[in-house]
Structure formats: C-alpha cells, structure tokens
T-cell receptor
Framework: DAGVIQSPRHEVTEMGQEVTLRCKPI?????LFWYRQTMMRGLELLIY????????DSGMPEDRFSAKMPNASFSTLKIQPSEPRDSAVYFC??????????FGPGTRLTVL | SQQGEEDPQALSIQEGENATMNCSYK?????LQWYRQNSGRGLVHLIL???NEREKHSGRLRVTLDTSKKSSSLLITASRAADTASYFC???????????WGAGTKLIIKP
C-alpha cells in the first residue's frame, strides 16, 4: 500500500486566493482526519470523517475553512480566502481502528 | 484541544545513551500512544499502551504508564542518530477515534 497520499506537498499562494489540499486515505480505512501543525499551536485536529460523513468539525478555525469527502478514497480541505495566518503544515491521516492513525507526508502551505 | 504535555520540550544526548521523555495528561484514558515525527515528515505510530497495562516494550522502546499520576514515559535505549526526531504522545479518552495530542519533545542525538 502506498500509504496516505497528500497533494500538493508544497503550496505558496497570495493572500485572498483559494487553496485546495487533497488527500487519498489508505484503502479500507473508514476514518479520515485533517490536522494543522504550527510551531505556536502544535498539532490541531481540524475535522474528521467516518464513512465519508463529517463527525466533528469543531476544530475548523472559521468559515473560510471547509472540508469534503465525496467518496471513500478522496478528501479535500479548502481555504477561501486564504490569509497569512493560515500558513502551516496540513496533515491528513486515516485509520481503521481506534489504536493507530496513519499520517500522510503533509502539505506545507505558505500564504504571502 | 491539547491534553498531553511532554517534557522536556527538547533533549540533546550523545549517541548510545538512553533517552527518556515524559507525557502527562489530564483526564481518564483508554490508551496512550507515542508517535515519532522526522523533520518535514508525517507522524509515525510507535507504540500503544492501554490503561490496564503498566509497561510495554517494542525493540529499543519501553513505555510505562502510571494512571494514578496520569503520566507516561518513553525510553529509547542505545540511541542512534536516526532517532533524531520529535516525539508526541496522544491519548484516546473517548469512544470515538479522536486523539488528543501533546506538544512534543524534540530529541537530538549527537554523533
């Protein structure tokens, strides 16, 4: 298995632009998590899905952030409009049991 | 929300020495996990210890759990340069799959 796949690996954009981050979970995993990691705030859970349904989005910072999971093999995290404070590394992780989460390599987002 | 707190925040030791990192948490847990993050990479699961276990081993890793003190320690024996990474503890306190993460310990192994 290729593991969790995220794209792009790096994204540089200007303030106000729309940013879309993509994730392909490990096949057979029915939980998918989106995290944000910064030096100041550490690792923060933004939202997670079970069987493509959002379960808890209380970590989503504000309405500028949205996430979708149209099918079991694909999820997106969108930021519109982006702001410099959104600069961070965004991780996607998937899981099939409560014991272990498998992380993707992350997307490093820089908003100028 | 962040529940686990690791200490120290940073640790620098010589290759071959043992490294010990600690994690404290606030609420009752079902299990506690340790993850490693190499620079620029995603987190990798290392080991899980359940609330009814006190100690667990995996290769050069030894994890202890003291539920009365709400704390855990991760010991890496005979450290290697490749162990240089950040180490995070995470607790699974509820019935869902959500983990609560600590801030991490940055470990540097000097050759």
């Amino acid at each position: 298995d290729a593991g969790v796949i995220q794209s792009p690996r790096h994204e540089v954009t200007e303030m106000g632009q729309e940013v879309t981050l993509r994730c392909k979970p490990i096949s057979g995993h029915d939980y998918l998590f989106w995290y944000r990691q910064t030096m100041m705030r550490g690792l923060e859970l933004l939202i997670y899905f079970n069987n493509n349904v959002p379960i808890d989005d209380s970590g989503m910072p504000e309405d500028r952030f949205s996430a979708k999971m149209p099918n079991a093999s694909f999820s997106t995290l969108k930021i519109q409009p982006s702001e410099p404070r959104d600069s961070a590394v965004y991780f996607c992780a998937s899981s099939f049991d409560p014991d272990t989460q498998y992380f993707g390599p992350g997307t490093r987002l820089t908003v100028l | 929300s962040q529940q686990g707190e690791e200490d120290p925040q940073a640790l620098s030791i010589q290759e071959g020495e043992n490294a010990t990192m600690n994690c404290s948490y606030k609420t009752s847990i079902n299990n506690l996990q340790w993850y490693r993050q190499n620079s620029g990479r995603g987190l990798v699961h290392l080991i899980l210890i359940r609330s009814n276990e006190r100690e667990k081993h995996s290769g050069r890793l030894r994890v202890t759990l003291d539920t009365s003190k709400k704390s855990s320690s991760l010991l890496i024996t005979a450290s290697r340069a490749a162990d240089t990474a950040s180490y995070f503890c995470a607790t699974d306190a509820g019935s869902n799959y959500q983990l609560i993460w600590g801030a991490g310990t940055k470990l540097i192994i000097k050759p």
